[in-house]
């Protein structure tokens, strides 16, 4: 019992915080269905990558958040419908809310089907930029997770070197912890300019931060 107690405790101050957060209030207001919208645009705005007429890939793309943040950089006037200068595809397991203008393909990342229905998708168009907020289902045993976050990384490290274009850029999400300097090795093997960045809108007691590789090697 006193473990339950514990529990709702917890879950009492996480909703506290979560309704009471800053980017949870942003998001409400501008229509984003996740706070997450606002770590991209910190990226993004840090370091250009997003820019009207491109081809870009939303890798856990669910529930949307920065597919809505891209389609909105590639409309005319930041609109969330209309007009749509670009493409987006985005792809996660989990069902995905349409988003007008945004290709969605729902399966799992790591099976070559799937990844063939992606490859489909770009129709041989070279990729400016993929952004992939994919995270395992985290089992708290470190060196099985750090095993299942480095797998995903390397499955979208090689989906960008294969797709794309040479001065193009890859945002994935990593976890401070056992294994992360391994996967800011990889990323310093793969791309010629690598970039952490841990955005505001990243709450602080979180361990993830974000890599960034411009520039195939």
């Known amino acids: 019992m006193k473990t339950q107690t514990k529990s709702k405790k917890v879950n009492k101050a996480w909703l506290h915080d979560h309704v009471s957060d800053t980017y949870v209030k942003l998001a409400q207001k501008e229509g984003y269905r996740a706070r997450a919208a606002y770590k991209l645009k910190e990226i993004d705005e840090e370091l250009k990558l997003i820019r009207p007429g491109q081809v870009v890939v939303d890798l856990g793309a669910a529930p949307g958040a920065w597919s809505q943040y891209l389609r909105r950089r590639f409309a005319p006037e930041g609109a969330g419908v209309g007009a749509l200068n670009g493409t987006i595809i985005a792809l996660d397991l989990l ?123």
């Open 95 to 217: 069902e995905f809310e349409p988003i007008e203008g945004v290709q969605f393909i729902q399966g799992d990342f790591r099976e070559e089907a799937v990844l063939k229905q992606l490859e489909d998708a770009l129709a041989g168009r070279p990729v400016d930029v993929v952004v992939s907020d994919m995270a395992p289902n985290l089992s708290g045993i470190a060196t099985t997770d750090a095993a299942r976050i480095e797998h995903l990384i390397e499955l979208a490290i090689d989906f960008a070197q294969h797709h794309l274009k040479p001065d193009g850029a890859l945002v994935a999400k990593v976890f401070h912890g056992s294994g992360y300097n391994e996967l800011v090795e990889l990323f310093k093997q793969s791309f010629k300019k690598v970039k952490p960045i841990k955005p505001k809108a990243s709450r602080d007691r979180s361990s993830e931060t974000f890599l960034v590789g411009i520039g195939l090697k």
